[in-house]
């Protein structure tokens, strides 16, 4: 009968009696030794591992979503064919769940002399640094009986960037700034804009618009018209404290503040404003100043990558005394910090005078979708309950938020998915009005 695997192999060897049920022990010693020189030749045949050189290359940064491809090398200078099993080891946040087997493994041969270039694609589940571990590499024998195993560090670092799912909402946001800038037939008018050109009135004008000296010298009613300001200064500032780590959704409070932060910059910038951006709960985590138009969001992106909430209460006085610091003249400051009710009545109100006095202040908040939906459920006593602490749960926040507003701050409250565009509608409002 025909045989396979290891008795093939020993039949081939002589030692294996074809056919005979029962060998005697002179057989079964002469198969253990045959067996025996078999695994020791093989591993003397299998490529070192130690001696192999290995580099890398590819990507070092990707968004958050996206995938990275990183390329490993693989040079063999030695006199044996390498036959290898290779793991490229990195943290378990860099693999989608279910991807990291099919991912980090590679089967390679690798003649002397020669190389190979395999790619292990990441897929992140999280911002920041992701690092590469070890690469354990088993090279086996022509037999495929016995391997030798060894490891290389092989360092090399790619960073998750934040993954600005706003972008979409730019295109519309640069249309209202490109009608605010006088580039369109719509222009604004108003105080605190700068002049732009004369043209005749029309009815429905602002009178406090028309410029007497150039309707004298013309003998026709002129009217100025005016342009939003430009190179204002924007702060924007991250309260990356304990209630930043909230999630809703699917993700922390943080991340949904960065997405907003990022929509505003970009807007920002191309309106020809300057903007720079700090993190703060307890200290001072990162701070973007003096950057220009071109590198303002590249900066922003790459210092948010590493920023994690820290389980601790923001000190509203320390962030306010450090705002004042890094915004001397009069600002649009940005707060992206929570909306809950014991923070800022405690933390944030009393020191609103100071900011308030000196900048143009904004505060913008992710409320959670869930509590609106508890407000509508009906149907049984739980749900009952459920609706009453929803509708108790706005009614606080809409009382912060009112406190706010008479301390003279701009309160943005919406989830998530809406925040970033609300935020931009709430600049360009600004801008329109000429309050920067």
């Known amino acids: 009968m025909a045989l396979t695997g290891r008795a093939a192999l020993l039949a081939a060897l002589g030692s294996l009696p074809v056919g005979i049920l ?9 198969v253990n030794g045959s067996l025996a020189l078999a695994c020791a030749v093989d591993c003397a045949l299998a490529a070192p591992v130690r001696s192999l050189r290995l580099t890398r290359s590819g990507d070092t940064s990707v968004r958050l979503g996206e995938s990275a491809d ?33 991912a980090s493994r590679h089967e390679l041969t690798v003649p002397a002399g020669e190389r190979r270039r395999p790619t292990t694609r990441l897929l992140p589940t999280r911002r920041g640094d992701h690092r590469a571990d070890r690469v354990t590499i088993r090279s086996y024998g022509p037999l495929g009986l016995m391997s030798r195993q060894g490891t290389h560090v092989v360092p090399w670092t790619v960073r998750v960037l934040p993954p600005f799912a706003s972008r979409k909402h730019l295109p519309s946001r640069l249309a209202r ?64 404290g304990r209630t930043a780590a909230g999630r809703v959704g699917d993700a922390p409070r943080l991340d949904s503040a960065m997405d907003a932060a990022l929509l505003l910059t970009a807007l920002a910038t191309r ?17 973007v100043q003096g950057r220009s138009a071109n590198d303002t969001l590249p900066a922003f992106v790459n210092a948010m ?50 900011l308030t006095q000196r900048h143009t202040v904004v505060l913008a908040s992710v409320a959670d979708p869930h509590v609106d939906r508890m407000t509508r459920a009906r149907g049984n006593v739980d749900a009952v309950y459920e609706a009453a602490a929803g509708t108790q749960s706005q ?22 998915d809406t925040l970033a565009p609300a935020l931009a509608d709430a600049y360009l409002s600004l801008k329109a009005a000429g309050r920067l």
């Open 22 to 30: 029962e060998p005697s022990w002179t057989g079964i010693l002469a």
């Open 70 to 102: 990183v390329h490993l090398t693989l040079t063999n200078p030695g006199r044996r064919t390498l036959r290898a099993r290779l793991r490229d080891a990195w943290a378990p946040s860099s693999w989608q769940p279910g991807t990291e087997g099919s």
């Open 177 to 240: 700034l490109r009608e605010l800038d006088g580039r369109t037939s719509v222009l604004t008018r108003g105080e605190g804009t700068e002049f732009d050109s004369l043209r005749d009135y029309v009815p429905g004008d602002d009178t406090r618009s028309i410029d007497w000296r150039a309707t004298a010298r013309q003998n026709k009613v002129a009217v100025r018209t005016w342009r939003p300001e430009r190179d204002r200064h924007i702060l924007i500032c991250l309260d990356t």
């Open 271 to 287: 309106a020809g404003d300057r903007v720079d951006m700090l993190a703060h709960d307890r200290h001072l985590r990162a701070q």
């Open 305 to 354: 990558a590493t920023l994690e909430a820290e389980l601790v209460e923001t000190d509203y006085r320390t962030l306010v005394s450090t705002i004042l610091r890094s915004a001397p003249r009069r600002s649009l400051v940005v707060l992206l910090t929570s909306l809950d009710a014991a923070p800022v009545e405690e933390g944030l109100l009393p020191l609103l005078p100071s």
């Open 395 to 416: 009614a606080r926040r809409r009382r912060t938020a009112d406190q706010l507003t008479r301390h003279g701050v701009h309160v943005v409250d919406a989830t998530p």
